[in-house]
């Protein structure tokens, strides 16, 4: 289910400190429903696939983009992190940077940055935009535990801020529904 903003902003995130001048994208809440250990659980099935969707439409999406990105360039080195945009574990506060980084994706491009008991933020970066997912664990009013996905980005100039508006109904309407569904269906079969 798509969230307001303020379900990221309003909360005491870590992130906020690391990535204040990104914006934020989306907001959602997984079905995930665990307890107030079960954050790092998560992280590592959407660290190993979990977080993507590699089938049907949304496969053929992402085929779609990784072929614009070779095309246009977007992807080329030079352009992601470490190169075109610094690390954003080059910001962490002295205690995030010695603290646990959390596992790094095994089939998107996303690098993690930090982990804690409550949150874990990857980044992504090519010549659209610099990207940050956050996943945030948080306690629902019926004590049951879910986690919140935000994606934060930075836009690369006008050709970013076009790129990112041009694909918010793909992501909006098919991308993230298809995506979390496969989420909560990982999620379900997961061992405790």
């Given at each position: ?8 902003l309003n909360r005491p995130w870590r992130l ?121 664990w948080v306690s629902g009013s019926d004590g ?28 909006r309407m098919i991308v993230y529904p298809r ?14």
């Amino acid at each position: 289910m798509r969230l307001p903003s303020s379900e990221y902003l309003n909360r005491p995130w870590r992130l906020h400190e690391v990535a204040p001048d990104f914006e934020v994208e989306d907001v959602w809440e997984l079905p995930t429903p665990g307890g107030p250990d079960d954050l790092d659980r998560l992280v590592q099935g959407f660290a190993q696939g979990g977080g993507a969707g590699n089938g049907g439409i949304v496969g053929f999406l992402m085929a779609v983009r990784w072929k614009l990105g070779a095309w246009f360039g977007w992807d080329a080195p030079g352009k992601g992190i470490g190169t075109r945009v610094q690390s954003l574990r080059e910001r962490l506060p002295g205690d995030l940077a010695a603290g646990p980084r959390g596992p790094d994706s095994t089939t998107l491009p996303f690098t993690s940055v930090f982990q804690t008991h409550d949150e874990w933020a990857a980044e992504i970066a090519n010549g659209t935009m610099h990207g940050v997912v956050h996943l945030g664990w948080v306690s629902g009013s019926d004590g049951v535990y879910r986690a919140q996905m935000t994606v934060l980005v930075r836009p690369n100039g006008r050709a970013g801020r076009v790129y990112m508006a041009f694909i918010t109904p793909f992501r909006r309407m098919i991308v993230y529904p298809r995506m979390l569904s496969s989420i909560g269906r990982r999620w379900a079969a997961m061992p405790l």
